[in-house]
């Protein structure tokens, strides 16, 4: 059974540019989360979709943005980057209830 | 300001030696959960507790749940080189899958 896929693995964009993740969740898993892990502040909740719906939301501003297809595969998008949006961008999928989260190896972001 | 504060940040210890890694919080939270991350790796569940005072044993690693639910601790017996890596507790609100995550505590075993 394939795990959690995220791509791409690695991304280097400049400031102002806009950047698109993408993941695809464990086949059956109709949950995706969203978090951005950073040195300074760890691991931070970004949104949690279910059925094509944001369930979920974080503290984030507007440019980081989601969404969900009908086959339960997800997008994130950050707009006007900043320098501060460097990060390990990870995603986690489940059924939708409280049960194991499993996660992807992430997308490293690089704003230079 | 993190709502799951861990502690220490980060552990040097011999192989066969004993570790404690803590995470302590004001609010009580549903359930805890402790994650263990490698580089170049998402965070991989090590053990969900949800009942106060509750204690799990996963081989040399044992969890406990505060009787409040608002702190839990991982401790490793005898640790090994293989256990090497950020371990991170998560609290859940039973909002969904939006976990609070404290600030990890980086394990090193030297051999």
């Known amino acids: 059974k394939a795990g959690v896929t995220q791509t791409p693995r690695y991304l280097i964009k400049t400031r102002g540019q806009q950047v698109t993740l993408s993941c695809s969740p464990i086949s059956g898993h109709r949950s995706v989360s969203w978090y951005q892990q950073t040195p300074g502040q760890g691991l931070q909740f970004l949104f949690e979709y279910f059925s094509e719906t944001q369930r979920n939301k974080g503290n984030f501003p507007g440019r980081f943005s989601g969404r969900q297809f009908s086959n339960s595969r997800s997008e994130m998008n950050v707009s006007t980057l900043e320098l501060g949006d460097s990060a390990l961008y990870l995603c986690?999928?489940?059924?939708?209830?409280?049960?194991?989260?499993?996660f992807g190896s992430g997308t490293q972001l690089s704003v230079l | 300001t993190q709502l799951l504060e861990q502690s220490p940040q980060f552990l040097s210890i011999q192989e066969g030696e004993n570790l404690t890694v803590y995470c302590n919080s004001s609010?009580?939270?549903?359930?805890l959960q402790w994650y263990r991350q490698e580089p170049g790796e998402g965070p991989v569940l090590l053990v969900t507790?949800?009942?106060?005072?509750e204690v799990k044993k996963l081989k040399r690693l044992t969890f406990q749940f505060g009787d409040a639910r608002k702190d839990s601790s991982l401790h490793i017996t005898a640790a090994q080189p293989g256990d090497t890596g950020l371990y991170l507790c998560a609290g859940d609100k039973a909002a969904g899958n939006k976990l609070t995550f404290g600030g990890g505590t980086r394990v090193l075993v030297k051999p």
């Open positions: 986690a999928s489940n059924k939708g209830g409280s049960e194991k989260l499993f």
């Open positions: 507790v949800v009942t106060g005072g």
């Open positions: 609010s009580v939270f549903s359930s």
